[in-house]
């Protein structure tokens, strides 16, 4: 197909597509003639992915560019793609004040409480750490109950990514839902988390029967 038809049939605008070409995000199509070049299905999943990375999930094109180099390196592991995406997610998101060591060695207690196996680099301990000096700074110094809750709903979630993991079929498939998921899995557990803390606050926090019945 030429670049016109991989615009479409992806849904992406042709602008877009040359702009992840120029951008050295795209693999290079099969050169067919002088001035034409071919592509495949592969390119449409690639331009997904790069729209899914970039648009939705807010990356850098920088680190666009590590995760799907990453995902290209057929002999590493799936485990490094998916440290790739987890440093360049946090890269995007966290600040750069660095966490207290108690909020640090809290964290790491609940996750080798709970049988965890993470690496000692794992972005997320700094910025659960950083989460929970927060809290602390406004007075709120989060109980054991607080924090095992959060834990059980993330272990869910994991649970979740990886039964989600299982259905796909090849490598590729595999890990571009890897990939994606990481970033948009934030977005998607923060989504419902709003409306449930809006379900959970009319239970809770009831308003006066006035205010309940004006229109």
């Keep these: 197909m030429r670049v016109s038809e991989l615009a479409e049939r992806a849904g992406v605008p042709l602008s877009a597509v040359k702009y992840y070409q120029r951008e050295g ?3 290079p199509g099969v050169r067919t003639a002088p001035n034409q070049v071919a592509y495949g299905d592969p390119h449409v999943r690639r331009v997904r992915l790069i729209r899914a990375l970039l ?3 807010g990356l850098s094109v920088a680190a666009t560019k590590e995760v799907v180099a990453a995902l290209d390196a ?3 592991p799936l485990a490094e793609a998916f ?4 440093r360049a997610m946090s890269a995007r998101r966290t600040q750069e004040s660095t966490p207290s060591a108690a909020a640090r ?3 790491e207690a609940l996750a080798a409480a709970r049988g965890w196996n993470v690496t000692a680099g794992n972005p997320g301990v700094d910025a659960a750490a950083r989460a929970l000096d927060g809290l602390r700074a406004i007075g709120f110094d989060a109980p054991d109950a607080y924090l095992e809750a959060y834990a059980a709903a993330a272990a869910t ?3 979740a990514d990886l039964h989600a993991l299982a259905g796909r079929g090849d490598r590729d498939a595999v890990a571009e839902l890897m990939v994606v998921g990481t970033v948009l899995g934030d977005p998607l557990f923060a989504g419902l988390r709003r409306l449930a803390h809006e ?5 809770l926090l009831p308003a006066p029967e006035q205010e309940r019945a004006e229109p």
């Design 55 to 57: 648009e939705t999930g």
């Design 74 to 76: 057929d002999a590493a």
């Design 25 to 27: 995000l795209l693999p």
């Design 83 to 86: 440290g790739v995406t987890q």
């Design 105 to 107: 060695a809290r964290v």
């Design 199 to 203: 379900d959970a606050t009319h239970a």
């Design 157 to 159: 979630a994991a649970a």
